[in-house]
């Protein structure tokens, strides 16, 4: 088999880590290949608390240059994602008998030091007893405390990492798994298959990346050949999603007697998002779904505190990813830690492969800004770092102000109703103009396939953001499948077939006999 194709870099992976650095990696200059063997986000970095966070109780493990990172990145992603990333207030109720008032107080001290400098509001002392911050929770709950973090649209910020990256040069296919690769000389000769047609392209790359989140392991040992000694630890992490618990825009952190911490989280409008569960994971990591152990244990939660019951029964969507941890040994799933190892393979001056064990979604630029500093000296042209200040595609809003952005859009489209707007302005933020571009009415938008999911946006998903699937349109590129019904999901499946959307991605590459 020849090669037909050339690359700097083979990004094996299209969660965060994979179209972090393929966005880096072009914008410097080198030419990248990134395969996705599913749909971008298709895994872990769309099953996540939606958090943009420095993790409070990492500081109980003294994690304190992981959070101080993290802190720094959370203002970086709301300056360069407002559209994506929002500012979040959490509300802690005391429970005396779990964590004394004084170590809260102080881990929330250190909390704000370590993200000082930033725009997010202080930790502070709550009154539950007098507050509204108190009405949905059970009447023993009499005081807490305060902080801040955001949140994130997580499988947009992937989708919108490996847009950038394509725009700046980068090949990005979905639907290709990297079957096998290894080493020529100065090259890797990577065999890459088409999953839907079986067709096999073949690619040389300068050096590879393995980002393949919790296949990262098996693409080492049983794509690449390699015997490297660091070790993923896989742990399965479950949310449920409840209609609308309480009223108001704050989040509320439930301590647990496990010591774990659960989030509840208002959710796209009319919804809560509650997660999230540890439970240690030893089988194949593809698609993972809730067991009624974690929906027990998170139900039970949320009615230890709050006045309203809910039960399984109240579930109506519920999801589960696998964090691919890099192993510390640690006895306990919840203590694995968070952080991240970057390793670079390159046995006596060979191509290297920089595999990506653990991290966040909240530390993944930084992360490939270090990748990449890694592969430096096999890149003796590569550009400068360049991710810090650069907006994500539609985040170059006028003082990163949304709200302002959002009653914007009200003006310009004065057809969409304040949900579509609200929901469209976050989603597409300033590309929503090529999104409506010549639109003038709401009939123009075409079909509505559930939850303000219209036909227009439909073909913009497919044509500029690789969506194939119902699956991509309405719970990876939106979360517009919290409002579809299954006769939606029928039309919209019908339309995509109609228009050959389903399945194979446009070719990019060469396939070989
Ligand atoms: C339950 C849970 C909650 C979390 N909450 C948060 C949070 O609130 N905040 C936060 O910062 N972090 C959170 N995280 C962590 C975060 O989600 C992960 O660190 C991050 O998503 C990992 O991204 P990744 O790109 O490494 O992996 P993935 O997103 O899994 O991407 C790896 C991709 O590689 C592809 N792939 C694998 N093998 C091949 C192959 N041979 N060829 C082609 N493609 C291949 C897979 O299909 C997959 O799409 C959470 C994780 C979980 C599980």
Redesign the pocket.
């Known amino acids: 088999m020849s090669a037909t194709d050339v690359f700097d870099l083979l990004v ?8 972090g650095i393929a966005r880096d990696a072009a914008g410097r200059g080198l030419h990248v290949l990134l ?4 749909g ?14 420095g993790g409070l109780r990492y500081l109980e493990y003294f994690k304190f240059r992981l959070v101080r990172e ?1 802190l720094i990145e959370r203002e970086r992603l709301l300056s360069i994602a407002p559209h994506l990333v929002s500012r979040q207030r959490f509300i802690l109720p005391y429970q005396p008998w779990l964590r004394p008032a004084w170590a809260v107080r102080i881990g929330l001290f250190l909390y704000d030091c370590l993200g000082s400098g930033g725009s997010l509001e202080r930790s502070a002392n709550v009154r539950l007893a007098s507050s509204e911050l108190g009405r949905p929770l059970r009447r023993e709950l009499r005081r807490g405390f305060a902080f801040s973090d955001c949140t994130v649209d ?1 499988s947009r910020l ?1 989708v919108l990492n490996a847009r950038d990256a394509a725009e700046r040069g980068a090949v990005v296919q979905v639907g ?4 096998s690769a290894a080493r020529e000389r100065h090259f890797w000769r990577a065999e890459i298959e088409c999953v839907a047609s079986r067709r096999k392209f073949s690619v040389d790359a300068r050096a590879i990346v393995n ?6 392991s ?2 080492l040992t049983e ?1 690449l050949g390699s015997d490297s000694r660091q070790a993923v630890r896989l ?5 449920i999603v409840v209609r609308q618990l309480f009223e108001g825009e704050h989040a509320y952190v439930l301590q647990h007697p496990d010591r774990r911490i659960v989030f509840v989280i208002p959710y796209q409008d009319d919804f809560t998002l509650i ?2 569960t540890d439970v240690a994971w030893r089988g194949e990591p593809g698609r993972v779904a809730i067991d009624p152990a974690e929906t027990d244990y998170l139900c039970q939660t949320v009615n230890s505190y709050f006045e309203r019951p809910i039960g399984p029964a109240d579930v109506v969507w519920s999801y ?5 941890l890099w192993d510390d040994a640690a006895t306990e799933a919840s203590a694995v830690t ?1 952080d991240y190892v970057l390793d670079v393979d390159a046995p006596q001056g060979q191509p290297p492969v920089l595999s ?1 064990f ?7 630029r930084h992360v490939a800004e270090l990748g990449l500093e890694k592969l430096a000296p096999w890149f003796e042209r590569m550009g400068a770092a360049w991710t810090l200040t650069a907006p994500l595609p539609g985040g170059d809003i006028p003082g990163g102000d949304i709200d302002a952005f959002i009653a914007e859009v009200r003006r310009r489209w004065p057809f969409l109703d304040a949900l579509q707007a609200r929901r469209l302005a976050r989603a597409y933020g300033t590309r929503i103009a090529r999104l409506l571009e010549s639109v003038v009415s709401r009939d123009a938008m075409g079909e509505d396939f559930g939850g303000g999911m219209t036909r227009i946006e439909v073909d913009y998903l497919v044509r500029e953001e690789w969506a194939r699937s119902v699956e991509d349109i309405y719970w990876r590129h939106s979360k517009t499948g919290l409002h579809a019904s299954p006769a939606d999901q029928q039309r919209l499946d019908a339309y995509l077939q109609k228009t050959g959307n389903t399945g194979q991605a446009r070719p990019a590459l060469a396939s070989s006999p």
């Open positions: 094996v992976g299209g969660g965060i880590n994979g179209a395969v996705e063997q599913a971008l986000a298709s895994y872990t970095s769309s099953s996540t608390t939606k958090l943009i966070h993290a997580d992937v290709h798994r990297l079957v980002a393949a989140g919790p296949w990262i098996k693409v794509r742990v399965k992490g479950s949310h997660g999230t589960s990813g696998i964090r691919p968070r990506v653990g991290g966040k979604i909240t530390n993944y």
